[in-house]
C-alpha cells in the first residue's frame, strides 16, 4: 500500500536549522509529486511547497522563500524539507503529502507528522 | 492569495444527524476543491476531491458539492468515527491554502 514515514521529532534552538525527511514506498516515486504542510499547534494547515518526484522542480509560498529547500533522493524515494532560521513560532507538526500530478492536485496520502519543537 | 471561509468553525451534532459543512473561496477556484478529515494527533484524511467525487475507500455517506466559490460537504448519517476536524483546500492556484477548519463535536 502507499505509505509515507516520516523522520522523528526535532528540538532546535532559534536560529538553527532542520531537515524533516519522507520516505515514500508502494508507489512509483517520479509518478507523484510531493507536498509539506505545516500545522502549529492546536491551528489550521499551512502549504510550504512541493516538489517534484519527477524531475526535483519546487514551487515555494512566498512565505518560506528563502528560507526552505525542498529536495528528493529518487534512488531511495524519499523526500526532504530543510527550514532555517528558525524562529518559535515554527514550532509545528510538518506533513508531507503524496500530490497528484492530474490537474486536482489533490493530497491523497501524507505522512504520519513530524514535531518540531523550538526554544532555547 | 485565495482567502478559504468554512463555517461553522465548530457543530455539536447526534450520531444519526445530517450534518453540512460550507467553504466559501474568496474568488473562484472552478472545481479544485479538496475536503480532507483530521482526527487528534492523526494526519488528514482525503474524503472528497474535485468538489464531489468521493476518493477510494471513503463511505458514501460523505458527499461533496459546488463549484466556482462555493462549496459544500454533507455527511448524510453522522457515525461515532466522524466526530473531527474538517478542512477544505483549494488547488486552483498557488499557494494552495485551506480553510480553517471545522470542528464536529459529539453533542
Known amino acids: 500500500q502507499v505509505q509515507l514515514v516520516q523522520s522523528g521529532g526535532e528540538l532546535r534552538k532559534p536560529g538553527a536549522s532542520v531537515t524533516v525527511s519522507c520516505k515514500a514506498s508502494?508507489?512509483?516515486?517520479?509518478?507523484?509529486?510531493l507536498s509539506w504542510v505545516r500545522q502549529a499547534p492546536g491551528q489550521g494547515l499551512e502549504w510550504m511547497g512541493w516538489?517534484?518526484?519527477?524531475?526535483?522542480?519546487?514551487e515555494y509560498a512566498q512565505k518560506f522563500r528563502g528560507r526552505v529547500t525542498m529536495t528528493t533522493d529518487p534512488s531511495t524515494s524519499t523526500a526532504y524539507m530543510e527550514l532555517r532560521g528558525l524562529r518559535s513560532h515554527d514550532t509545528a507538526v510538518y506533513f508531507c503529502?503524496?500530490?497528484?500530478?492530474?490537474?486536482?492536485?489533490?493530497?491523497?496520502?501524507w505522512g504520519q507528522g513530524t514535531l518540531v519543537t523550538v526554544a532555547s | 492569495d485565495i482567502q478559504m471561509t468554512q463555517s461553522p468553525s465548530s457543530l455539536s451534532a447526534t450520531v444519526g444527524d445530517r450534518v453540512t459543512i460550507t467553504c466559501r473561496a474568496g474568488?473562484?477556484?472552478?472545481?479544485?476543491l479538496n475536503w480532507y478529515q483530521q482526527k487528534p494527533g492523526k494526519a488528514p484524511k482525503l474524503l472528497i476531491y474535485?468538489?464531489?467525487t468521493l476518493e477510494s475507500g471513503v463511505p458514501a455517506r460523505f458527499s461533496g458539492s459546488g463549484s466556482g466559490t462555493d462549496f459544500s460537504l454533507t455527511i448524510s448519517s453522522l457515525q461515532p468515527e466522524d466526530f473531527a476536524t474538517y478542512y477544505c483546500?483549494?488547488?486552483?492556484?498557488?499557494?494552495?491554502?485551506f480553510g480553517r477548519g471545522t470542528q464536529v463535536e459529539i453533542k
Open positions: 503529502a503524496r500530490t497528484s500530478k492530474q490537474l486536482d492536485r489533490r493530497f491523497d496520502t
Open positions: 508502494g508507489y512509483i516515486f517520479r509518478t507523484h509529486d
Open positions: 516538489i517534484s518526484g519527477y524531475d526535483g522542480n519546487t
Open positions: 474568488q473562484s477556484v472552478s472545481s479544485y
Open positions: 474535485d468538489g464531489v
Open positions: 483546500h483549494q488547488t486552483y492556484t498557488t499557494p494552495w491554502t
